[in-house]
């Protein structure tokens, strides 16, 4: 892999995710939070029409707009589908993008603490989640490697390696220190990484670690109407990357009812309850355990 | 006092506070959890413009709009000073109001847990303190009478008697079963209290319990152009209704400063970083601990 050299770092790509963009402003005052040697670091402040309108997106997810046939379709055309070809044109293009590396910060009302959502699972990504939980022992490491980066609909996927940092519990149009604190310091952790890795100098990695690869999404229950007649079991709610087996109940229905958990894996749900799901009537993530080699 | 007779249930005042919602659409199917001997109850949604939109309101808080004088005044014409009026006209009019009592369902992203706000201090709220208390022993008990039922601008004035079920945390545009649970338990309670003490039947109640009085309201840090340069201290984050002396760190700045209480009284605060509350920059509102007795 080449060296990487031009890191875009971008916040309120969903404009009521306030820890990134809180974190842009303090580091446009203090650059030098960011800078690191060899690194040209280019920060993007991705929705700032949202983040005005205290929302977290205008006319659709701005998130889920960078899949490569859709930045090539002059058909889209609403505001976040417009913005997407604006940021893909400016950190892009992608395929051929004059940023080597995004990284783009999240927030989540899940209770999923400080995690690093890593899209692919080459070298240099193993070795980043290693990387990074061996400075933050309470962080997680979710692979999203389920497609390939052209189809990834994510603003980090404009790179040739981009990761998204994602944490909580907070609400949404909320800055709680904790998690500001995190977010930075995680960041932080990312681009001392990056350093060594262009150096050839990641060194002392244990040679496996815990890690999450996402699997599936549930929804909420419906009814034949497409009307939500449940919410999920207070038993679930917050205990993300909890593990999940076959009987246990997930939902409760609003008529007392309860659902149970079906699959025939052990599930590890995240996203839990996550606010800006019930758009889509999702009620959480899974994902399997997985043990990455850092070689 | 006279007997309470009409009763209206409103949920849905702010449009992404789910909890009263959710209930609302259960008891309109299951009329009988409401249901209550000699009680007529009527629900409302208060703005469900606004739960369309999943947004507080459409155009300024609607819990805001019922002090007398702005219920009067012709010259407020926008949507939620418009709703006011139409609510007013349903439950009301204040000062001589069909409704004999109201109780507003809310939700808070603070953690308050189940928490009751009462507008008087009269010996119905005091008893209803007492009672709910009894009943539920994790709630917190706030009296917010430090204003007139004329002057306070709360739905719940309207009637001669109004309370406010006040639960969290919850983020906004989530359902929690442990906080829906809550909201609903808490609202069985006054119910039951209510046909209680129009037979004067309320017994059993201790002397005297421990509640809170607010008091008033604290910013976030602002410079010198309005701009918000600090947040609430991670010491003081998630510790609703735990006391609060002087020099104990409230704010930390986004440079890194902190800034300490500096009141010569020991306060409770609550609505910690309540979301909502950015509108007006508030950080949190402080109580004093106080005595209820329930004679």
Known sequence: MAKIEQVAVVGGTHGNEFSGIYL???????????????????????????????????????????????????????????????????????????????????NTTSNMGPTLILLQSDLFNRQLGAYVLAKMPEAVIVFEDQVSLEEHYFLASVAAQGVIVEIGPQPQSVVRQDVLDYMEAMTQHILDFVVLFNKDEVTSLPESYQAYRYIESLKLPEDEHGERIGMVHKNVQDQDFKVLTKGDPIFTLFDGGEICYQGDYEAYPHFINEAAYYDNNLAMSLAKKVSMLTK
């Open 24 to 106: 842009l402003k303090k580091w446009n005052k203090r650059p030098e939070y960011l800078e690191r040697e060899g690194l040209t670091i280019h920060t993007l402040f991705a929705n700032t029409k949202a983040h005005e309108e205290n929302k977290r997106y205008i006319d659709c997810d701005l998130n889920r707009q960078f899949i490569s046939t859709s930045l090539a379709d002059n058909s889209l055309t609403n505001y976040e589908q417009s913005r997407a070809k604006a940021i893909n044109a400016e950190l892009g293009p992608k395929g051929d993008a004059k940023s080597d590396f995004i990284i783009d910060l999240h």
